[in-house]
């Protein structure tokens, strides 16, 4: 039996370019590592990553490897805000 399932990340601001930029860069630095029956699409600004196999068991841990590479990776874009004269850090 063949099994399949998606995650869709979209920014919560999906209007900011910034937010763009970081769903792309993220779907797109994890891409490489994809294995078989992993397939990243990206457009309109959100990334779509399709997992299929035959085994529940299977699509669980590569979900759970996904995700927990994808948060490493938003946490690494997001050190750049905390950096104290980082050309992208935030102002009030």
């Known amino acids: 039996m063949k099994i399949e399932g ?9 209007g900011e370019l910034v937010n763009i930029i970081a769903v792309n860069i993220i779907a797109r630095s994890l891409a ?6 992993i ?16 085994k529940v068991g299977t699509i669980l841990a590569s979900v759970d490897d996904y995700l927990m590479n994808a948060k ?9 805000n905390m950096i104290p004269g980082s050309c992208t850090k935030k102002t009030n």
């Open 39 to 54: 397939k990243t699409i990206i457009e309109d600004g959100s990334a779509m990553v399709l997992f299929e196999g035959e």
């Open 72 to 80: 490493i990776a938003y946490e690494m874009i997001n050190l750049n």
């Open 32 to 37: 490489p590592d994809n294995g078989p029956g």
């Open 6 to 14: 998606k995650l869709t990340f979209k920014s919560e601001r999906a």
